[in-house]
């Protein structure tokens, strides 16, 4: 069965300092996968996705970035955090052939202070 | 670009049913997913509709009419733990989902 890592779970971290968050997927291949981002109470904002290795879109311009190394593994980062970064971040993946299917990860909390 | 309007709160009493609305604009459309997120939790994958008409997965149903741009997620013999935010989501071609803003279900005792 296909199981999504994401760690950590909660971060804090102060403003100017950098951020790599990561994500890695077991249990399938070439899947699709996504970083989203979520203030409180809020809907799911797409920041990433990624349809191969290498392969990176990017939704929303802002001072995050994201890299896909290796097939599973999908990475968040930042060379500076703003207050404005603080939220839930949370990484998902799909088959490519039902995207509308994602499964998403157990999320990283981030504080930024 | 893509919207998608859904009450922010719905309320409901253990047992009934309850009925969550989602509306769209898209500039393409191939169809709309249902997903449910517990406070504190990811979201998980209810259901996809990418055809018109009613599909149905145990308690719950969802429905799509592209027509009217409009779909809903019918949720029937409500229990405690339905209590959560249910999000629509428009696939609006080949690149990744839209999500709605969520609506926030608190079912009542």
């Known amino acids: 069965s296909q199981t999504i890592h994401q760690w950590p779970a909660t971060l804090v971290q102060p403003v100017g300092s950098p951020l790599s968050l990561e994500c890695t997927v077991e249990g399938t291949s070439n899947p699709n996968l996504y970083w989203y981002r979520q203030a409180a109470g809020r809907g799911l904002q797409l920041l990433f996705y990624s349809v191969g290795i290498g392969q990176i879109s990017s939704e929303v311009p802002q001072n995050l970035s994201a890299s896909r190394p290796q097939d599973r593994q999908f990475i968040l980062s930042s060379k500076k955090l703003l207050l404005s970064d603080s939220g839930f971040y949370l990484c998902?993946?799909?088959?490519?052939?039902?995207?509308?299917?994602?499964?998403f990860g157990p999320g990283t909390r981030l504080t930024v202070t | 670009g893509q919207s998608l309007e859904q009450p922010s709160e719905v309320t409901a009493v253990e047992g009934a049913i309850v009925q969550i609305n989602c509306t769209y604009q898209?500039?393409?459309?191939?169809?709309l997913s249902w997903y449910q997120q517990h406070d504190g939790g990811a979201p998980t994958f209810l259901s996809y509709n990418a055809l018109d008409g009613l599909e149905e997965t145990g308690r719950f149903s969802s429905f799509l009419s592209r027509s009217d741009s409009y779909g809903y997620l019918l949720l029937q013999e409500l229990q405690m733990k339905d209590s959560a935010s249910y999000f629509c989501?428009?696939?609006?071609?080949?690149?990744?989902?839209?999500f709605g803003s969520g609506t926030r279900l608190q079912v009542q005792p």
């Open positions: 989501a428009v696939k609006p071609g080949r690149r990744a989902l839209t």
């Open positions: 898209t500039s393409g459309f191939y169809g």
């Open positions: 998902a993946w799909s088959v490519a052939l039902a995207l509308y299917e994602q499964y």
